[in-house]
Antibody, heavy 123, light 109 residues
Framework: ELQLEESGGGLVQPGGSLRLSCAAS????????MTWVRQAPGMGLEWVSH????????YYADSVKGRFTISRDNSKNTLYVEMKGLRAEDTAIYYC????????????????WGQGTMVTVSS | SALTQPASVSGSPGQSITISCTGT?????????VSWYQQYPGKAPKLIIS???RRPSGVSNRFSGSKSGNTASLTISGLQAEDEADYYC??????????FGGGTKLTVL
C-alpha cells in the first residue's frame, strides 16, 4: 500500500527550530519528487517546498526561503524539512506529498498525501 | 500571489456546479499545469484533476477541468451530498514554483 507518514511536529517557541520527517512506503521513493504543503488553522493550502527524486533540485516558497531546508534520504525512504527561525505565521499542519512524475518541475500535481503533522509556534 | 477562487458555491443534488480559478498570464494563462484538490474537514487533500483536465485513476468522471485564458474551471456534474467539501486549485507559475487558490467551500443543499 502506498503511504506517507509525517512526524516531528510539536510546540516550538518563536525563533526556534524543528525538523519534520515523512516516511514513504509502497513505491520506489527515489523515482519521485516530493513536496511539503502547509495549512494554517482554518485557512487554505500553501505550497512550501519541493525536491527532485535525486535531491539535486530544490524549490522554496518566498515565505520560507532562507529559513527552511528540504532534503531526502533515499536509502531510508524519508523526506525531511528543517525549519529554523520559526514564526507564529508558520503555525500550520504540514503535509508531505508525492509528485506523480509527469514533469521534472513542481507543477503542482501531487497524487499521494500524508495525514499531516501539526507545528505550533508560540511562546 | 494566490489564485482567485470564489469563497463558496452551492448546488442541489443532481445539478452541475462550476468553480473558477483566476490567475494571470504568469500562471494559469501561461501553462497547462493547473490541478484541483478536494479536501474534507480534518483530512488531507485529494488530487482530482491535474494538467488542466487529466483525471487520475479512481476519480469519478463527474469531475472535469478546463481552462480559458487566465481562468481555469472545475465542473462537478450530478452533484451528490458526498461532494460537499473544500476545493483548491493550484497552478505552476513563471517563478518556477506553484501557487494555490484561496479555496472554495462547496455546499450541497
Amino acid at each position: 500500500e502506498l503511504q506517507l507518514e509525517e512526524s516531528g511536529g510539536g510546540l516550538v517557541q518563536p525563533g526556534g527550530s524543528l525538523r519534520l520527517s515523512c516516511a514513504a512506503s509502497g513505491f520506489t521513493f527515489s523515482n519521485y519528487a516530493m513536496t511539503w504543503v502547509r495549512q494554517a488553522p482554518g485557512m487554505g493550502l500553501e505550497w512550501v517546498s519541493h525536491i527532485s527524486g535525486s535531491g539535486y533540485s530544490k524549490y522554496y516558497a518566498d515565505s520560507v526561503k532562507g529559513r527552511f531546508t528540504i532534503s531526502r534520504d533515499n536509502s531510508k525512504n524519508t523526506l525531511y524539512v528543517e525549519m529554523k527561525g520559526l514564526r507564529a505565521e508558520d503555525t500550520a499542519i504540514y503535509y508531505c506529498a508525492k509528485d506523480p512524475g509527469y514533469v521534472d518541475w513542481p507543477a503542482g500535481a501531487y497524487d499521494l498525501w500524508g495525514q499531516g503533522t501539526m507545528v505550533t509556534v508560540s511562546s | 500571489s494566490a489564485l482567485t477562487q470564489p469563497a463558496s458555491v452551492s448546488g442541489s443534488p443532481g445539478q452541475s456546479i462550476t468553480i473558477s480559478c483566476t490567475g494571470t498570464n504568469s500562471d494559469v494563462g501561461g501553462y497547462n499545469y493547473v490541478s484541483w484538490y478536494q479536501q474534507y474537514p480534518g483530512k488531507a487533500p485529494k488530487l482530482i484533476i491535474s494538467d488542466v483536465s487529466r483525471r487520475p485513476s479512481g476519480v469519478s468522471n463527474r469531475f472535469s477541468g478546463s481552462k480559458s485564458g487566465n481562468t481555469a474551471s472545475l465542473t462537478i456534474s450530478g452533484l451528490q451530498a458526498e461532494d460537499e467539501a473544500d476545493y483548491y486549485c493550484i497552478s505552476y507559475t513563471s517563478n518556477i514554483t506553484p501557487v494555490f487558490g484561496g479555496g472554495t467551500k462547496l455546499t450541497v443543499l
